[in-house]
């Protein structure tokens, strides 16, 4: 069964980088997509970034900060985080997903958690 295992968190000072990455089982063109979610202390489960065969997008809270991208010989998704905020402190996770006569199944890794604080 697919199985999505991250790596990468910790904690960083602000304007810091952290690099997370998120292995799969199996190939990654087994997924639709992949992307990752944050979720903060007492706030919703947010998107911060996929990327598919149409390319990639992202949270504007993270744009031009954060690059996702992906290694298929590796099987490996990553996500690169530069220019770190105390606001992007919660515990993020890796997500792929298929689509199959239009029913959604998502697949996630155990969540790691990034702090970023001085």
């Known amino acids: 069964q697919a199985q999505l295992v991250e790596s990468g968190g910790g904690l960083v000072q602000p304007g810091g980088s952290l690099r997370l990455s998120c292995a799969a089982s199996?190939?990654?063109?087994?997924?639709?997509?992949m992307g990752w979610y944050r979720q903060a202390p007492g706030k919703q489960r947010e998107l911060v970034a996929t990327?598919?065969?149409?390319?990639?997008n992202y949270a504007d809270s993270v744009k031009g900060r954060f690059t996702i991208s992906r290694d298929n010989a590796k099987n490996t998704v990553y996500l690169q985080m530069d220019g770190l905020k105390p606001e992007d402190t919660a515990v993020y996770y890796c997500?792929?997903?298929?689509?199959?006569?239009?029913?959604?199944?998502?697949?996630w890794g155990q969540g790691t958690q990034v702090t970023v604080s001085s």
């Open positions: 199996g190939s990654l063109f087994g997924f639709k997509g």
């Open positions: 997500n792929g997903f298929t689509v199959v006569f239009s029913v959604t199944r998502n697949y």
């Open positions: 990327i598919t065969s149409g390319g990639t």
